[in-house]
């Protein structure tokens, strides 16, 4: 018999010095992945904006301006279907089927009205691309949050299906919760495309 | 550390947190610029704290204190789990000595369903076959415990290896050759390539089993 009569197989423990479990983590990297994703295109406005010789004063350049008051009322749908989205997660929660189905189908509805006002905001905004710095980084923010937007309205559609086809009860709702999860975030990130892009 | 996303009702707190927020620098901004740039610094630093000082998520540890003689053995719970094969297998390898065993039951899915979140029906599966591989190996004299792993059975493992940790030997049983849909899919060979754990392959054909 060695000294080494047990000896150790397989990889080494997890490292967990940080103390923060895989889950977070995940998510954290998750999120952060996102914000250098949009942190890079809010850096393209900024530096967009300083170096705009009326800037701050007169933003975007003259004569374009952006849809402010069409925007806000985009912000408060988006935020509303937030609250339904809260519902029909809380509907299932309590074993409520109908405000389950009720609250995803409308969070998909106000889904489809926000892409829809923003695809008609982009119709009438009244420049185009190729008109200024101002202009790229405003659709490209704007179409950044709108593909997540699409994303998002994917997978609640996924779990919509489901919820009428009968899946989801108050011990398994998690193919309705992670949608849920990430169209809560969509709707941070447009607040925070609206507040810098169009209010500050 | 808080996570802002732990689950659907922390988002949700988070999207009015964001509105309070932005809608409180906006006013300030709107106010005199200084204003707003204080009441983003001071708002922020807020965040942060709350963040930063939140109840610690620990992660979860399986790790039980075992002495050094005690062999832990990891059996990964499929289809084929019930075959007196692998029961045989497993007999031989605690035979005259000390041993723990863990189960891991992957959550099997279709590719589909993974992709649409619909793993309600798969993670039932595997809970009912984790309780019936648990309840024979108790019954055998083998008491054991386990957990559902991913969907991936080679994700699964791993997951598995780090969350019971000092695993000594994986032991997985498949259909034989030519029904086995892991052994199509090379499963048992990339285990034996990513995992430096001794694996045992045993064969159960559950259609001669008595």
Redesign the interface.
Same mark, same amino acid.
């Given at each position: 018999m060695t000294a080494h009569?047990?000896e150790?197989?397989?990889?080494p423990?997890?490292n967990?010095s940080s103390?923060?479990?895989?889950t977070?983590l995940g998510?954290?990297l998750f999120?952060a992945s996102e914000a250098m994703l949009f942190g890079s295109f809010f850096a393209a406005l900024f530096f967009a904006r300083v170096v705009n010789p009326a800037a701050?004063g007169h933003w975007p350049p003259p004569p374009f301006h952006f849809p402010v008051f069409v925007a806000g009322v985009n912000t408060c749908i988006l935020?509303t279907s =937030?609250f339904t989205?809260?519902w029909s997660?809380q509907s299932i929660r309590r074993n409520d089927r109908a405000g389950m189905k009720a609250g995803v189908t409308l969070t998909i509805l106000l889904g489809l009205a926000f892409l829809l006002t923003q695809a008609i905001e982009y119709a009438h905004v009244g420049f185009n691309t190729g008109d200024g710095a101002f202009a790229s980084t405003f659709f490209g923010l704007t179409g950044l949050h709108g593909a997540h937007v699409f994303i998002g309205l994917s997978?609640l559609t996924?779990?919509a299906v489901?919820a009428f086809r009968g899946?989801? =009860?108050p011990e398994?709702y998690?193919?309705l919760?992670?949608?849920?999860?990430y169209w809560?975030?969509v709707?941070?990130m447009w607040?925070?495309v609206?507040?810098t892009v169009y209010?500050? | 550390m808080r996570n802002p996303l732990r689950d659907e009702g922390a988002a949700f707190r988070l999207v009015l947190a964001a509105i309070g927020y932005f809608g409180l620098i906006a006013v300030g901004s709107w106010i005199s610029t200084w204003l707003g740039l204080a009441v983003f610094v001071v708002l922020t630093a807020g965040a942060v704290w709350f963040v930063w000082t939140g109840r610690r998520e620990r992660p979860a540890r399986h790790r039980v204190a075992s002495d050094p003689g005690t062999r832990r053995i990891l059996v990964v719970a499929n289809e084929t789990v019930e075959g007196a094969e692998l029961l045989a297998a497993i007999r031989e390898r605690v035979h005259g000595g000390r041993a723990e065993l863990y189960v891991v039951s992957p959550a099997l899915n279709s590719k589909l369903r993974h992709w649409v979140s619909d793993e309600d029906g798969a993670r039932e599966a595997a809970q009912a076959r984790l309780d019936r591989s648990l309840a024979r190996l108790e019954a055998n004299g083998l008491p054991a415990q386990g957990e559902i792993g991913d969907a991936d059975p080679v994700q699964a493992v791993e997951d598995a290896l780090r969350g019971f940790g000092g695993i000594d030997e994986i032991v997985l049983s498949t259909h034989p050759e030519g029904r086995s849909h892991w052994l199509e899919r090379g499963v048992v060979d990339a285990m034996r390539h990513r995992f430096d754990v001794p694996l045992t392959h045993v064969v159960v054909d559950l259609e001669r089993q008595p």
């Open positions: 009569a047990h150790h197989h397989g990889p423990a997890a967990q103390r923060i479990a895989p977070v998510m954290l999120i701050p935020v =937030s989205m809260h997660v997978l996924f779990a489901r899946h989801y =009860s398994h998690h193919g919760e992670i949608p849920g999860i809560h975030f709707d941070v607040i925070v609206y507040t209010l500050l | -």
